[in-house]
């Protein structure tokens, strides 16, 4: 098991986790999940899951943590 590095005051995840699922419109809905941190390793990233995931359909998306806007 890996351990993640702690995270210390103010440092940014390089990545973020969303689920996406469309609306009945078909518009896409972009639900943050989590930041991500490398790992001790460098082989990965981990993160603490910031909301509950209901969602039993959808995408998971990964992008940059600088990223804050968002077309699916």
């Not at 098991?1 to 390089?14: D, E, I, K, L, Y």
């Not at 990964?62 to 699916?72: E, F, G, L, V, Y």
Request: no cysteine.
């Amino acid at each position: 098991m890996t351990h993640t590095q702690p995270n210390q005051a103010g440092q940014r995840p390089q990545f973020r986790a969303y689920i996406v699922r469309e609306d009945e419109d078909g518009q896409a809905e972009w639900t943050e999940i989590s930041g991500l941190w490398p790992t001790k390793s460098l082989a990965g990233f981990s993160g603490t899951l910031q909301t509950p995931i209901a969602v039993t359909n959808g995408r998971l998306v990964i992008m940059p943590a600088t990223q804050r806007s968002h077309d699916a």
